[in-house]
């Protein structure tokens, strides 16, 4: 009989969720299964007919429980393993997913009385409808000095807690009445698992606004709203489980769902970027990890604390405890790719692609490889799902100049990868500028497969690149999580060094391209500054007079 013990970690996605069996003593990867949330993202309609306005993104709750009883006793299977020898299961989640609860824990949406009211759904981070009510946060807090606002680089966003509750509120007051619970989707799931409700410090720092151990105040939200006075007292405040210790155990019918052990340890739940961190072995201060997918995160821990423009947050033991956790983000970077593909490209490169059995996106990345520098003439930015660092702006648009009638469509996708690269540096300087320092750049997530790219990002930041010897970043740092959470390693440090994988310098900045690069970053400053900081709000005005001309027209923004 083996000796040995595993652990299970639960990526929760934007589409689908992710389990993985990971042996502790090591790190190995085992068994993996993943399970398409049935209902996806809700933007057009709810399930029960009614239609959904623009800005909005939606989730259905059950979706996310499917992924416990397929995709965990899926992994288990193929791991090959006895189930009797899992010791822990850890989660982790997009953020900020959130969505209103009963006191029990019961999503409203399943409540036949409001299965028709969208704002009894989940809110997935990608809901950007409250922009309105992120605006007046914004306002309230700076014309009040609020010192917590700092922490947040100066703006709170759309995605974010407390926008999306007052956007509820003001929207539909018998759903924000009915809810008793307003919880991190992170935390929902933990709640499924262990049967106890707690809320995770990430969740709550960065998205929760909860510094030096308090939220806004009652007179703060009352400002905002005399409604919203006791948000924080009846509807979002409960006690805080730090990163790696345990939630709770395992309830029987949570074994039942996945074929674990019943009463094996819950981790505390987390954030998918965030817990990606002790998988790339970066624990120490200054090892700042891209998760580069659909968008991009930015996490790094650090021994100071500054106030850094345009961050998603700073927050004491965010990532690593002991130490300060810093994130910022892209909110467009694998999407806006995928969307060229989709709608900038001829059917005779879906062809050309198909015939010689390519993705769209291997056939433009082959082609743009060949391309010097600055060749296509173009200059992008990477604004097609917003700003999230460093102008925290998702009314802001994407632009391409330069094209001629000789842009090609490889051209514009070697734009458009530029740019997102750009955006990074800009994320990068404004932490050193700040007095945070970037000491290694480290990438993770589904995009490291494109070395164009990689090369592309290690020229663009003249930073060598570390690369995540891991496919399942997340699920692997949950499964760290849930090591510790056992009791199997002393702390995250100490079984990331034991169980998570990283190729140091995997791609190196070339001086040439590099010199190149920075003559075209220049530009896209300029362009930056000049649309993102007051200029020329022209991208605003756009989206006005669009959402204007729809609602006349009777049609729902796509």
Not at 251 to 262: D, K, M
Not at 274 to 291: D, F, M, S, Y
Not at 350 to 362: L, W
Request: aromatic share 8%; with cysteine.
């Amino acid at each position: 009989m083996s000796n040995d013990r595993y652990v299970v970690g639960v990526d929760f996605g934007t589409l689908s969720g992710r389990a993985l069996v990971v042996r502790v003593s090591d790190g190995a990867e085992l068994g993996s299964a993943v399970h398409e949330y049935p209902h996806a993202v809700l933007t057009d309609a709810l399930p029960s007919g009614p239609a959904l306005p623009p800005e909005w993104a939606l989730q259905v709750p059950q979706d996310y429980r499917e992924v416990l009883q397929v995709a965990v006793p899926s992994a288990v299977r193929r791991a090959g393993i006895d189930p009797a020898d899992v010791i822990g299961i850890a989660t982790d989640f997009t953020a900020c997913t959130v969505l209103p609860t009963t006191a029990d824990g019961t999503p409203l949406c399943e409540l036949p009385a409001y299965a028709h009211r969208p704002h009894s759904y989940v809110k997935l981070w990608r809901h950007h409808a409250a922009q309105g009510q992120a605006d007046r946060i914004n306002e309230l807090a700076r014309r009040r000095g609020e010192a917590w606002l700092p922490r947040y680089g100066g703006l709170i966003s759309s995605e974010w807690e407390f926008a999306k509750a007052l956007q509820v509120l003001e929207e539909d007051p018998e759903v924000y009445a009915a809810t008793e619970r307003w919880v991190e989707a992170a935390d929902w799931i933990v709640w499924q698992l262990c049967g106890r409700y707690v809320r995770n410090a990430c969740t709550a720092g960065y998205k929760g606004i909860l510094q030096d151990g308090t939220y806004p105040t009652p007179e703060f939200l009352a400002a905002l709203n005399p409604g919203f006075a006791r948000f924080v007292v009846d509807k979002l405040e409960h006690p805080i489980g730090q990163l790696g210790e345990a939630a709770g155990r395992l309830t029987a019918q949570a074994a039942a769902w996945t074929g674990l052990p019943e009463g094996i340890a819950v981790a505390v739940g987390n954030v998918d970027a965030h817990v990606t961190a002790p998988a790339a072995q970066a624990t120490e201060p200054g090892q700042l990890v891209a998760i580069m997918g659909t968008s991009t995160c930015h996490v790094m821990s650090s021994t100071v604390l500054r106030e850094v423009p345009g961050m998603c947050g700073v927050v004491d033991g965010g990532i690593i405890p002991g130490l300060w956790g810093y994130e910022a983000g892209q909110s467009g970077v694998g999407d806006i790719f995928g969307w060229f593909t989709r709608t900038g490209v001829p059917a005779a490169y879906a062809a050309e692609a198909q015939e010689r059995g390519f993705s769209v996106h291997e056939l433009l990345t082959e082609r743009a490889a060949g391309q010097a520098v600055g060749e296509h003439g173009l200059i992008a930015l990477d604004w097609h799902s917003g700003n999230r660092s460093v102008l925290v702006d998702h009314e802001l648009s994407g632009v391409v100049v330069g094209q001629t009638l000789a842009t090609r469509p490889e051209d514009t996708y070697r734009a458009l990868l530029e740019a997102t690269a750009f955006g990074t540096r800009v994320i990068l300087e404004t932490f050193r500028d700040s007095g945070v320092p970037v000491e290694e750049l480290i990438v993770a997530g589904g995009l490291t497969k494109n070395r164009l790219l990689m090369q592309i990002y290690a020229d663009v930041t003249r930073m060598p690149l570390s690369v995540l010897g891991s496919e399942q970043g997340p699920a692997l740092g949950s499964a760290i999580h849930a090591a510790v959470a056992a009791g199997a390693h002393p702390g995250i440090t100490t079984a990331a060094k034991a169980m998570g994988r990283v190729t140091r310098a995997a791609y190196l900045p070339d001086e040439e391209r590099a010199a190149a690069y920075d003559a075209l970053f220049a530009e896209y400053l300029a362009l930056h500054d000049y649309f993102g900081r007051g200029a020329n709000p022209v991208m605003k005005r756009l989206k006005e007079i669009r959402r204007s001309a729809m609602a006349a027209a009777g049609r729902k923004e796509s």
